[in-house]
């Protein structure tokens, strides 16, 4: 049989419900609201940031070495949170600081390189060793010359952070004391610093990006940080761009044959020298040292020239590749 409550027992049953869960309601821990944490970088979003940074530091150490001729070696040093007017604080003076615009967002971020890292890749790029010097102010001609490294960074900021979303663009550079016009000195940012190796000498390279310009591509860093790892699209291109610049040996030459000492002692102008080689036998093209393949010698216009004929296995997969890559 349904039991049916009247309005006097349902009130009473609520009353008695109240009265307990005010005595059993354990009490509640009060803390104060830090308001300096607001816009604070979480975990999650540090380690994807943590990759992105990693594999720019890995593509500018190829570049620029490339670029600088000299062996280079740039390595993530320290991922830290603080305010703008903290890291304004940090940039010594006389200092390199360039402004860069964050798209989509709008925001500013900087890039500030150490000076004396900055004067060793000028007398670099001025043909010199990379001499230590000490700081100083750069003159408007090797501020140019600096200029094409700091496109080179800017470049592969973009390349390391598109998956992010987030792209670079190079505003200008500024000087110390304007910086603080840029934004509020209480504004969370987030500072990346990369050790520079330059033939036994180091230097640092240092950005600043505004903390609420990464906050909101929370969901594009995480899931950069969720992705397996693997080489960007464009590494590929890269290295074959580079490697179009090397030059190697090359040499065409009849295969080696074993002659008797007594056909070597006899040799003098004019005389006719038979080989142990069928006059049918081709060329062999050497590059590096390594056989790519049989060949012809040919004339070309006023230069000499070879004709491949027979490529071995390992040239002719390269030279397959290839034809694909210009087809495409």
Same mark, same amino acid.
């Given at each position: =049989? ?31 609201? *830090?308001? *300096?944490?607001? %816009?604070?970088? /979480? ?21 620029? @070495? ?7 070696? +740039? ?18 003076? $006389? ?8 798209? $989509?967002? @709008? ?8 000076? *004396?890292?900055?004067?060793? =890749? ?11 010097? $000490?700081?100083?102010? !750069? ?9 094409? +490294?700091?496109?080179?960074v800017v470049r592969e900021l973009n390349s390391a952070w598109d998956a992010a979303g987030l792209?670079?663009? !190079?505003?200008?550079?500024? #000087? ?7 934004? /509020? ?7 990346? #610093?990369?050790?520079?190796? =330059?033939? %036994?000498?180091?230097?640092? !390279? ?10 909101? =591509?929370?969901?594009?860093l995480l899931s950069v940080r969720d992705r397996p790892r693997q080489r960007f699209e464009t ?21 080696? +044959? ?11 102008? @004019? ?16 590059? *590096? %040292? ?8 040919? @004339? ?6 070879? !004709? ?16 694909v890559e210009k087809a495409a």
């Open positions: =049989m349904e039991k049916i409550l009247d309005q006097r027992t349902i009130d009473t049953l609520f009353a008695q419900q109240s009265e307990t869960g005010v005595r059993d309601a354990p009490e509640t821990a009060i803390a104060p609201y *830090g308001f *300096g944490r607001t %816009g604070q970088i /979480s975990n999650d979003q540090m380690r994807a940031i943590t990759l992105v940074n990693d594999q720019l530091a890995r593509n500018l150490t190829h570049t620029l @070495g490339a670029w600088l001729r000299s062996q280079m070696h +740039v390595m993530l040093a320290a991922n830290e949170q603080m305010t703008f007017g903290e890291m304004i604080s940090c940039v010594p003076e $006389p200092s390199y600081v360039i402004v860069l615009r964050l798209e $989509p967002l @709008g925001g500013v971020g900087l890039m500030e390189l150490n000076l *004396g890292l900055a004067l060793m =890749m000028v007398d670099m790029l001025l043909g010199g060793r990379g001499s230590v010097m $000490p700081a100083r102010e !750069l003159t408007e001609i090797e501020d140019s010359l600096l200029l094409s +490294v700091v496109e080179i792209q670079f663009t !190079l505003e200008k550079r500024e #000087s110390r004391d304007r910086l603080l016009r840029l934004m /509020s000195t209480e504004e969370r940012t987030l500072c990346i #610093s990369f050790d520079v190796e =330059m033939d %036994g000498e180091h230097g640092m !390279l240092n950005l600043c990006l505004p903390a609420v310009v990464l906050n909101a =591509m929370h969901r594009r590494a590929a291109a890269r290295v074959s761009e580079l490697m179009a610049e090397a030059s190697f040996k090359a040499v065409l030459r009849l295969p080696p +044959v074993q002659l008797l000492t007594r056909e070597i002692h006899a040799l003098e102008v @004019g005389t006719v020298l038979e080989l142990p080689i069928p006059h049918s036998t081709q060329a062999e093209l050497l590059v *590096g %040292g390594v056989k790519i393949c049989s060949a012809v010698p040919v @004339g070309s216009g006023d230069h000499r020239a070879a !004709l491949l004929q027979v490529v071995n296995e390992m040239a002719e997969r390269a030279l397959t590749a290839n034809s």
